[in-house]
T-cell receptor, first 116, second 112 residues
Protein backbone atom coordinates (compact mmCIF):
# COMPACT_ATOMS: atom_id res chain seq x y z
CA UNK A 1 0.00 0.00 0.00
CA UNK A 2 1.60 3.23 -1.22
CA UNK A 3 -0.55 5.46 0.95
CA UNK A 4 -2.02 7.20 -2.11
CA UNK A 5 -5.76 6.67 -2.52
CA UNK A 6 -7.88 7.16 -5.61
CA UNK A 7 -11.62 7.06 -6.13
CA UNK A 8 -13.53 5.68 -7.83
CA UNK A 9 -11.73 2.48 -8.83
CA UNK A 10 -13.91 2.04 -11.90
CA UNK A 11 -15.96 4.52 -13.89
CA UNK A 12 -18.15 3.81 -16.90
CA UNK A 13 -19.70 6.70 -18.77
CA UNK A 14 -20.83 7.82 -22.21
CA UNK A 15 -19.22 10.02 -24.82
CA UNK A 16 -19.73 13.71 -24.25
CA UNK A 17 -20.03 13.35 -20.50
CA UNK A 18 -17.88 14.84 -17.76
CA UNK A 19 -16.28 12.96 -14.87
CA UNK A 20 -14.18 13.82 -11.85
CA UNK A 21 -11.43 11.60 -10.50
CA UNK A 22 -10.19 12.10 -6.97
CA UNK A 23 -6.81 11.53 -5.37
CA UNK A 24 -5.56 11.80 -1.81
CA UNK A 25 -1.77 11.92 -1.51
CA UNK A 26 0.37 10.21 1.10
CA UNK A 27 0.26 11.96 4.42
CA UNK A 28 2.63 14.92 4.30
CA UNK A 29 3.23 14.85 0.54
CA UNK A 30 2.82 18.22 -1.10
CA UNK A 31 3.02 17.24 -4.76
CA UNK A 32 0.36 15.40 -6.72
CA UNK A 33 0.86 14.12 -10.28
CA UNK A 34 -1.68 12.75 -12.75
CA UNK A 35 -0.86 10.16 -15.42
CA UNK A 36 -2.81 8.46 -18.17
CA UNK A 37 -2.11 4.88 -19.20
CA UNK A 38 -3.87 3.57 -22.28
CA UNK A 39 -4.04 -0.12 -23.16
CA UNK A 40 -0.56 -1.60 -23.53
CA UNK A 41 0.98 1.84 -23.29
CA UNK A 42 3.40 3.42 -20.91
CA UNK A 43 2.48 6.14 -18.48
CA UNK A 44 1.93 9.59 -19.92
CA UNK A 45 2.41 12.51 -17.56
CA UNK A 46 -0.53 14.90 -17.55
CA UNK A 47 -0.03 17.52 -14.86
CA UNK A 48 1.57 18.21 -11.49
CA UNK A 49 0.43 20.33 -8.56
CA UNK A 50 2.57 21.37 -5.64
CA UNK A 51 0.96 22.74 -2.51
CA UNK A 52 -2.09 23.93 -4.39
CA UNK A 53 -0.37 25.43 -7.42
CA UNK A 54 0.20 24.03 -10.88
CA UNK A 55 3.89 23.12 -11.20
CA UNK A 56 4.32 21.29 -14.48
CA UNK A 57 2.22 20.33 -17.46
CA UNK A 58 2.59 17.39 -19.74
CA UNK A 59 0.41 16.02 -22.50
CA UNK A 60 -2.88 17.16 -21.00
CA UNK A 61 -5.75 17.92 -23.33
CA UNK A 62 -7.64 21.19 -23.07
CA UNK A 63 -10.75 19.16 -22.22
CA UNK A 64 -8.99 18.00 -19.06
CA UNK A 65 -8.27 20.10 -16.00
CA UNK A 66 -7.08 19.51 -12.48
CA UNK A 67 -6.80 21.26 -9.18
CA UNK A 68 -5.30 20.69 -5.76
CA UNK A 69 -7.26 21.77 -2.73
CA UNK A 70 -6.03 23.24 0.59
CA UNK A 71 -6.17 19.80 2.21
CA UNK A 72 -3.83 18.68 -0.63
CA UNK A 73 -6.22 16.25 -2.25
CA UNK A 74 -6.53 16.65 -5.99
CA UNK A 75 -9.22 16.21 -8.61
CA UNK A 76 -8.83 15.55 -12.32
CA UNK A 77 -11.78 16.69 -14.39
CA UNK A 78 -12.34 15.14 -17.80
CA UNK A 79 -15.01 16.70 -20.00
CA UNK A 80 -16.54 16.12 -23.44
CA UNK A 81 -15.34 12.57 -23.13
CA UNK A 82 -14.38 10.62 -26.23
CA UNK A 83 -13.92 6.90 -26.77
CA UNK A 84 -10.16 7.42 -26.86
CA UNK A 85 -10.17 8.77 -23.32
CA UNK A 86 -10.78 5.26 -22.00
CA UNK A 87 -7.70 4.47 -19.96
CA UNK A 88 -6.27 3.98 -16.51
CA UNK A 89 -5.68 7.26 -14.72
CA UNK A 90 -3.10 7.23 -11.98
CA UNK A 91 -2.30 9.73 -9.31
CA UNK A 92 1.11 9.85 -7.65
CA UNK A 93 2.43 11.91 -4.79
CA UNK A 94 5.79 13.01 -3.47
CA UNK A 95 7.56 15.73 -1.60
CA UNK A 96 7.35 15.32 2.13
CA UNK A 97 10.53 17.35 2.33
CA UNK A 98 9.28 20.05 0.03
CA UNK A 99 9.62 20.40 -3.70
CA UNK A 100 12.93 19.41 -5.24
CA UNK A 101 11.83 18.58 -8.74
CA UNK A 102 13.14 15.04 -8.64
CA UNK A 103 11.23 13.56 -5.72
CA UNK A 104 10.42 9.88 -5.80
CA UNK A 105 6.78 9.40 -6.74
CA UNK A 106 4.46 6.88 -5.15
CA UNK A 107 1.45 5.77 -7.16
CA UNK A 108 -2.14 5.14 -6.24
CA UNK A 109 -4.13 2.12 -7.46
CA UNK A 110 -5.67 4.03 -10.36
CA UNK A 111 -9.12 4.72 -11.76
CA UNK A 112 -10.17 2.72 -14.79
CA UNK A 113 -12.30 4.92 -17.03
CA UNK A 114 -14.39 3.34 -19.74
CA UNK A 115 -16.13 5.62 -22.22
CA UNK A 116 -18.89 3.92 -24.21
CA UNK B 1 9.65 15.09 -25.75
CA UNK B 2 11.97 13.00 -23.66
CA UNK B 3 12.13 9.33 -24.56
CA UNK B 4 13.38 6.35 -22.68
CA UNK B 5 14.19 3.22 -24.65
CA UNK B 6 13.48 0.18 -22.53
CA UNK B 7 14.41 -3.34 -23.59
CA UNK B 8 13.46 -6.02 -23.99
CA UNK B 9 9.75 -5.37 -24.53
CA UNK B 10 8.91 -8.83 -23.23
CA UNK B 11 10.64 -11.78 -21.66
CA UNK B 12 9.58 -15.39 -21.29
CA UNK B 13 11.73 -17.26 -18.80
CA UNK B 14 11.75 -20.34 -16.58
CA UNK B 15 11.30 -20.04 -12.87
CA UNK B 16 14.69 -19.73 -11.20
CA UNK B 17 16.37 -17.93 -14.08
CA UNK B 18 17.98 -14.53 -13.74
CA UNK B 19 16.49 -11.54 -15.58
CA UNK B 20 18.11 -8.43 -16.94
CA UNK B 21 16.48 -5.39 -18.51
CA UNK B 22 17.74 -1.91 -19.29
CA UNK B 23 16.82 1.61 -20.23
CA UNK B 24 18.73 4.11 -22.31
CA UNK B 25 18.23 7.74 -23.11
CA UNK B 26 19.76 10.23 -25.49
CA UNK B 27 19.87 12.83 -22.73
CA UNK B 28 21.31 12.92 -19.24
CA UNK B 29 19.09 11.92 -16.34
CA UNK B 30 19.34 13.03 -12.71
CA UNK B 31 17.40 10.10 -11.27
CA UNK B 32 16.50 6.61 -12.38
CA UNK B 33 13.58 4.72 -10.88
CA UNK B 34 12.36 1.20 -11.46
CA UNK B 35 8.68 0.34 -10.95
CA UNK B 36 6.69 -2.89 -11.20
CA UNK B 37 3.06 -2.88 -12.25
CA UNK B 38 0.66 -5.76 -11.75
CA UNK B 39 -2.45 -5.94 -13.98
CA UNK B 40 -5.02 -3.31 -13.01
CA UNK B 41 -2.82 -1.89 -10.27
CA UNK B 42 -0.65 1.17 -9.89
CA UNK B 43 3.12 1.04 -10.37
CA UNK B 44 5.02 0.12 -7.24
CA UNK B 45 8.46 1.60 -6.68
CA UNK B 46 11.18 -1.05 -6.54
CA UNK B 47 14.44 0.88 -6.55
CA UNK B 48 15.40 4.56 -6.77
CA UNK B 49 18.83 5.72 -7.95
CA UNK B 50 20.16 9.23 -7.49
CA UNK B 51 23.88 9.22 -8.35
CA UNK B 52 25.86 8.16 -11.39
CA UNK B 53 27.45 4.78 -10.79
CA UNK B 54 25.15 3.99 -7.87
CA UNK B 55 24.39 0.29 -7.47
CA UNK B 56 21.44 -0.53 -5.23
CA UNK B 57 19.84 -3.81 -4.21
CA UNK B 58 16.39 -4.62 -2.89
CA UNK B 59 16.26 -8.32 -2.08
CA UNK B 60 16.74 -10.23 -5.32
CA UNK B 61 16.62 -7.01 -7.33
CA UNK B 62 19.69 -4.98 -8.25
CA UNK B 63 19.74 -1.77 -10.26
CA UNK B 64 22.49 0.56 -11.38
CA UNK B 65 22.63 4.18 -12.46
CA UNK B 66 24.94 4.26 -15.48
CA UNK B 67 28.17 6.25 -15.34
CA UNK B 68 27.20 8.26 -18.40
CA UNK B 69 23.86 9.11 -16.67
CA UNK B 70 22.09 8.00 -19.84
CA UNK B 71 21.25 4.44 -18.88
CA UNK B 72 20.22 2.10 -16.11
CA UNK B 73 19.70 -1.62 -15.72
CA UNK B 74 17.61 -3.83 -13.46
CA UNK B 75 18.53 -7.40 -12.65
CA UNK B 76 16.30 -9.95 -10.95
CA UNK B 77 18.01 -13.05 -9.63
CA UNK B 78 16.42 -16.47 -9.18
CA UNK B 79 13.01 -15.43 -10.52
CA UNK B 80 9.85 -16.66 -8.82
CA UNK B 81 6.22 -16.67 -10.03
CA UNK B 82 5.31 -13.45 -8.21
CA UNK B 83 7.92 -11.57 -10.28
CA UNK B 84 5.47 -11.70 -13.20
CA UNK B 85 4.34 -8.25 -14.27
CA UNK B 86 5.41 -5.20 -16.22
CA UNK B 87 8.59 -3.42 -15.19
CA UNK B 88 8.99 0.25 -16.01
CA UNK B 89 12.07 2.39 -15.86
CA UNK B 90 11.55 6.07 -15.23
CA UNK B 91 13.70 9.09 -14.70
CA UNK B 92 13.99 12.80 -14.31
CA UNK B 93 16.04 14.34 -17.11
CA UNK B 94 18.08 17.47 -16.62
CA UNK B 95 15.93 19.11 -19.27
CA UNK B 96 12.63 18.61 -17.49
CA UNK B 97 13.26 17.85 -13.86
CA UNK B 98 9.65 18.04 -12.78
CA UNK B 99 8.44 15.55 -15.35
CA UNK B 100 9.02 11.88 -14.70
CA UNK B 101 9.56 10.14 -18.02
CA UNK B 102 8.67 6.45 -18.33
CA UNK B 103 9.97 3.70 -20.56
CA UNK B 104 7.49 1.55 -22.45
CA UNK B 105 7.88 -1.33 -20.03
CA UNK B 106 9.20 -4.89 -20.04
CA UNK B 107 6.54 -7.59 -19.68
CA UNK B 108 7.93 -10.53 -17.71
CA UNK B 109 6.31 -13.95 -18.03
CA UNK B 110 7.57 -16.89 -15.99
CA UNK B 111 6.99 -20.53 -16.85
CA UNK B 112 6.84 -22.65 -13.71
Amino acid sequence: DSGVTQTPKHLITATGQRVTLRCSPRSGDLSVYWYQQSLDQGLQFLIQYYNGEERAKGNILERFSAQQFPDLHSELNLSSLELGDSALYFCASSGRGGFTGTDTQYFGPGTRLTVL
Amino acid sequence: GQQLNQSPQSMFIQEGEDVSMNCTSSSIFNTWLWYKQDPGEGPVLLIALYKAGELTSNGRLTAQFGITRKDSFLNISASIPSDVGIYFCAGHSIQGAQKLVFGQGTRLTINP
